[in-house]
């Protein structure tokens, strides 16, 4: 393992949708950088192999259940979190999330509170959950994972565009609200990543979004992690309430 940070040693964070993808590598690098990350997912048999593998490299890990659309999952995952670390958290990464590519004509209103559960009120959820005791402390960091679909739209992700909109929105009405405690939130939207999710993308699909990308590429999700990162580090000290993409240049706006 990577000598630690000092700037985030000692410090506590949690991830949801840990065990893979994003949120595993996000797992990796703050396990990296010195915290005691606590992995949280509903894939037990992924996420313990998750955390047992940065344990492994010498970091401080550990797996926790959870369900991001059940309120007792997030409210004994919080409870069980803080035990574990020994004390309140430092840093909470909201990762979770789910979409499927399909005409918005063809989705059910099954699909669209699944997307929305998922994506949208499960950050909402998990920030309220972290969030009273970061007030008490005057201090802490929030980082959603949105995704540039929510900037732009995306062709056959309008739900799911429309959720992670939401998350953006939060983030920044939150940003607002709890800047006064010392309590940053910010939004990383990456673009198409080669992850677990996107395997199941059929390949013209996935050809098609490396050629639109200037960089002709998928992101990797370790540099969806370096921004995630970035936010939570104190290179990130007066920035709260910013939207940061990492598309590879898919996406260039305002």
């Given at each position: 393992m990577d000598k630690?940070?000092?700037s985030l040693s000692g410090q506590i964070a949690i991830v949801t949708g840990a065990a893979s993808g994003i949120g595993r590598a996000t797992a990796a690098a703050f396990a990296a950088a010195?915290?005691?990350?606590?992995?949280?997912?509903?894939?037990?048999?992924?996420?313990?192999?998750?955390?047992?593998?940065?344990?492994?490299?010498?970091?401080?890990a550990d797996f926790i259940r959870l369900d991001v659309t059940d309120a007792d999952s997030i409210a004994r995952f919080r409870d069980a979190a803080t035990q574990r670390a020994g004390a309140a958290v430092d840093i909470v990464v909201n990762v979770a999330g789910w979409g499927r590519v399909?005409?918005?004509?063809?989705?059910?209103?099954?699909?669209?509170r699944k997307v929305v559960d998922l994506n949208l009120m499960a950050p909402i959820a998990i920030c309220r959950a972290f969030l009273d005791p970061m007030i008490e402390r005057g201090s802490g960091r929030i980082v959603n994972v949105a995704s540039d679909a929510g900037r732009v739209g995306s062709l056959g992700e309008t739900v799911y565009a429309g959720a992670k909109g939401g998350v953006i929105a939060f983030t920044k009405s939150l940003a607002r609200e709890v800047a006064r405690y010392n309590i940053s939130a910010n939004c990383v939207c990456p673009g198409p990543t080669d992850t677990p999710l996107m395997a199941a993308v059929?390949?013209?699909?996935?050809?098609?979004?490396?050629?639109?990308?200037?960089?002709?590429?998928?992101?990797?999700?370790?540099?969806?992690?370096?921004?995630?990162?970035?936010?939570?580090?104190?290179?990130?000290?007066f920035v709260t309430g910013q939207v940061l993409s990492v598309s590879g240049g898919l996406t260039m706006v305002g």
């Open positions: 630690p940070l000092s010195g915290t005691h990350v606590l992995l949280g997912d509903i894939a037990e048999a992924a996420g313990e192999a998750a955390a047992a593998e940065l344990r492994a490299a010498g970091g401080r399909e005409p918005f004509v063809q989705n059910t209103p099954e699909f669209w059929p390949d013209k699909i996935k050809d098609a979004f490396s050629r639109v990308t200037p960089m002709r590429r998928l992101a990797k999700p370790e540099e969806i992690a370096d921004a995630i990162l970035f936010f939570a580090g104190p290179q990130a000290n």
